[in-house]
């Protein structure tokens, strides 16, 4: 099962979303590999410690290689063993960026799925962590995926991006992807004793939009997570926030 997580709106909690389900994931059991996309590293940053020239080139290696037509049948991505049990990591690099105007020139769209058909045989859950953009990696990223999460914090800024993106998903699906389905909205950073984010959540779930009914608090446990390269699932288990993960996780899983 490959799960995208994706939303074209920045600070929305894209990573620590990505990096915190593969972690339960993990720690459920599940033989799990995330996938970073992003040249900011955020995920990569997040589950090794890394920066800058020490984290390994990964991901994009394997899109530097798929650029030298010699080397076609030998596209291989170096995968980073976390300090996690059974969590592993395809880690990014600031050179995404400037690899992305050659991909594109290149027409490399479909590398990632062929690599993820690939990583099939040795994972059960691979998730993927994308740019805040509808970029060729992201577009990779949800041709080669099943289902996709966005994450949605409750603004109105945030509400009008959510009709455009579910519009622009719709139409990559109806082109290039007809297996890919929306998994669901994902609420995170809630504030359960504010109104107008409830209200809005009602309001979304009236328009029948697929909000998923486990909603992640805005905590500062979070900001204590990234700073100690540690998951929740590893840092508190027990604190509220790791227990919403949990049970987000399970639902996904029961969904499946």
Known sequence: MRRVVFNQKGGVGKSSIACNLAAVSAHEGYRTLLIDLDAQANSTQYLTGLTGDDIPTGIAEFFKQSLCSGMAKKNKVDIYQTPFDNLHLITATAELADLQPKLEAKHKINKLRKLLDVL???????????PPALNFYTVSALIAAHRVLIPFDCDSFSRQALY????????????????????????????SRASLPQQMLEELIAEG????????????KMRE?????LPLIHLDPKHKLSQQFEALHDVLERNG
Do not use: M, W
Not at 121 to 130: A, P
Not at 209 to 220: I, N, Q
């Open 164 to 191: 455009g993106l579910l519009a622009e998903i719709e139409e990559l699906k109806e082109d290039h992807n007809p297996q890919l389905t929306v998994e669901g909205i994902v609420v995170n950073q809630f504030q």
């Open 225 to 229: 997570s990234h700073h100690a390269n």
């Open 209 to 220: 939009l697929p909000v998923l009914p486990v909603y992640l608090a805005s905590s500062v």
């Open 120 to 130: 099939d045989e040795d994972y059960e859950r691979i998730y993927i962590d994308t």
